[in-house]
């Protein structure tokens, strides 16, 4: 079986992401959404309430063999513990190539048994990103059309 982990901030997921873990699911027996933690970022949302919208949307959109959890340390630590070798990235614009390099050399230098596996965004998410959906929102942008249902109701 086939499991990977969907690791990231996700505050908040927004249909960029659900797009790349779908992708994923045809590829991956399992997924598992990771709401991991970036130290260099201050955050919006709680990890709780993160992870109950990931819950939620995964729902309203009936994906199945997905799971949502978090964790407080090194990815490749929490992939390895649960039999999952593969990380999953998406890759939005040529900005974000050299972020993902540096993150996957670390995930290498950590553990060189987990693999990372990159999904291009599709043109009509690629401009999103969880802080823009907050400035477009608080700049009373309605942002409806980028984040699923559960995100939403929490904005409004
Ligand atoms: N659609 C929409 N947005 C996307 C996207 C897509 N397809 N792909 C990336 N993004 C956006 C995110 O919304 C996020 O936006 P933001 O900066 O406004 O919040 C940004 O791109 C990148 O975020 P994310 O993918 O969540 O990465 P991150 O840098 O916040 O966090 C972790 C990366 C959490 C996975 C990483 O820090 C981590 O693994 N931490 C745990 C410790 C560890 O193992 N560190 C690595 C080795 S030192």
Do not use: C
């Not at 964790?71 to 630590?77: F, K, M, R, S």
């Not at 990159?118 to 608080?138: D, G, P, Q, R, V």
């Amino acid at each position: 079986m086939k499991i990977a982990v969907y690791p990231g901030s996700f505050d908040p997921i927004t249909n960029g992401h659900l797009d790349i873990l779908k992708r994923a699911l045809s590829i991956f027996d399992k997924v598992i959404v990771l709401v991991a933690i970036n130290p260099d970022k201050k955050g919006t949302f709680t990890t709780e309430e993160r992870v109950l919208m990931i819950k939620e949307a995964i729902k309203e959109m009936k994906l199945e063999n997905v799971e949502v959890d978090s964790y407080h340390g090194l990815t490749v630590d929490y992939a390895t513990k649960h039999h999952a070798p593969y990380l999953i990235r998406g890759l939005r614009a040529v900005s974000d190539f050299e972020y993902e390099f540096q993150i996957h050399s670390a995930n290498k230098f950590a553990n060189d048994n987990v693999e990372m596996v990159y999904f291009m965004a599709k043109n009509e998410t690629s401009f999103i990103s969880s802080s823009m959906i907050m400035e477009l929102h608080h700049n009373h942008v309605d942002v409806k059309d980028l984040v699923p249902h559960s995100v939403y109701k929490r904005l409004k």
